[in-house]
């Protein structure tokens, strides 16, 4: 693998896109076709570096989880959070006042393809200098050792575990990641937390003590003082990225085939999850470059 600080002679271009805010369904399904070109046999080396938000609060389970067992689907549905499976492991994550992140690529020079714990590591230490530049000093979490045992269904959540790698700040989560490996690409996507509210997560899992929760996850509100502007955190996360891997962005946007591929299978797929509807697919929306 490529030495980071020897691709300085060349720096690489990397695709750039910002998006949203959108339905769930088709915020996951644009991942999933990034993630199906990327792996593609025949695609040349490409990684996409992706930021977006979410149209209105929604819970994203595991591919595994059952909603049955990990959503209060009365509350979601009287509180009108959107349900939806992504293709990554682990479990729910409510996506509500939020930068997430998703990085695919199939790149050998940067990431380790075969190395899963490395990956994370190093697109943590890009959103870590991105976190530097705004004046936040966070930390890479290993497993946990020291912290009470989790309580019941505040384990459905999948900010109530830290992993290794993953993004801490002040001794509590930050940022929370999920990866997704094909035979030649991989696909890590993340919530970057504007700002927290336990009682909402625990009240849409069904967890009926939100002290858990509220004790291993913060947001940048709270470490910083202020809620900086969703467009601020992009900026930063960029040039954290740009700087650790010596890459130059190029803005890009889903078009053509890529654009009806996620279309049709965020309508396909991603509107339903196990009986549940979620919001009728529309067209998502486009910022203005």
């Known amino acids: 693998m490529l030495r980071l600080e020897e691709s ?11 998006d949203g805010p959108n339905p769930g369904c088709y915020n996951m399904a644009v991942d999933e076709v990034l993630l199906n070109q990327a792996s593609d046999a025949a695609t040349l080396p490409v990684t996409y570096v992706r930021f977006f938000q979410w149209e209105k609060p929604t819970l994203s389970l595991g591919f595994s989880q059952k909603a049955a067992k990990a959503v209060n689907v009365d509350f979601c549905q009287r509180m009108k959070i959107d349900l939806v499976r992504r293709i990554t492991g682990g479990k729910a994550v409510l996506h509500h006042r939020e930068v ?18 490395e990956t994370y590591k190093l697109i943590a230490l890009a959103l870590s200098l991105g976190f530097k530049k705004m004046g ?7 497993r946990p050792t020291n912290l009470p045992a989790l309580k019941e269904k505040s384990t459905a959540a999948c900010f109530a575990m830290s992993n290794h790698y993953e993004i801490m700040c002040q001794g509590r989560k930050l940022v929370g990641s999920a990866q997704r490996r094909t035979k030649n690409a991989f696909l890590q996507h993340g919530s ?3 700002e927290f509210n ?27 003082g202020y ?19 010596n890459i130059q962005f190029e803005l890009t946007s889903m078009t053509g085939s ?18 549940y509807r979620s919001t009728e697919m529309i067209a998502p929306h486009r910022p203005n470059p």
């Open 192 to 194: 970057i937390l504007l």
């Open 8 to 18: 300085s002679l060349a720096p690489h271009r990397w695709e750039l896109i910002v």
């Open 198 to 224: 336990p009682v909402f997560l625990a009240n849409a899992i069904g967890c009926q003590d939100h002290s858990n929760l509220q004790m291993r996850v913060t947001s940048l509100a709270t470490c910083l």
């Open 258 to 275: 890529l654009q009806i591929s996620a279309e049709n299978l965020g309508r396909s797929k991603y509107a339903f999850l196990d009986g």
């Open 136 to 142: 936040l000093d966070t930390q890479l979490a290993a």
């Open 227 to 245: 809620t900086p502007p969703p467009e601020e955190v992009m900026a930063h996360l960029q040039k954290g990225f740009q700087e650790l891997f």
């Open 100 to 117: 997430t992140y998703s990085v695919i690529s199939n790149d050998p020079l940067f990431f380790p393809l075969g190395d899963i714990v």
